[in-house]
Nanobody, 124 residues
Framework: QVQLVESGGGLVQAGGSLRLVCVAS????????MGWFRQAPGQEREFVAA????????TYADSVKGRFTISRDNAKNTVWLQMNSLKPEDTAVYYC?????????????????WGQGTQVTVSS
């Protein structure tokens, strides 16, 4: 079992930055693939970014490429999502997720464990 706790969301103006944090417990963090997803009201949960178990391989949704950066520190059981140049369309609840295979999948169904989410609101 894995527990995930996100923090770092908030209200920011367009063009601003936020850094989301996800701390994991309950299982060897270094074996997990980690992802960030988001869900806006009335919309499906969508992929944002993912990182493999070692941190050497990442993947991003086209909508955030060049603006967001995912990283991890296995010694701290922590994964981050640095979000720069934020846009109003980035407004959503952001979820941290873990998958036991250790890969960096962009697919919601590949992830077994989810955090409770943190709200990000970008004003225009």
């Amino acid at each position: 079992q894995v527990q995930l706790v996100e923090s770092g969301g908030g209200l920011v103006q367009a063009g601003g930055s936020l850094r989301l944090v996800c701390v994991a417990s309950g299982r060897t963090f270094s074996s997990l693939g980690m992802g960030w997803f988001r869900q806006a009201p009335g919309q499906e949960r969508e992929f944002v970014a993912a990182i493999n178990w070692s941190g050497y391989s990442t993947t991003y949704a086209d909508s955030v490429k060049g603006r967001f950066t995912i990283s991890r520190d296995n010694a701290k059981n922590t994964v981050w999502l640095q979000m720069n140049s934020l846009k109003p369309e980035d407004t959503a609840v952001y979820y941290c997720a873990a998958e036991a295979g250790g890969w960096r999948s962009p697919l919601v169904e590949e992830y077994e464990y989810w955090g409770q989410g943190t709200q990000v609101t970008v004003s225009s």
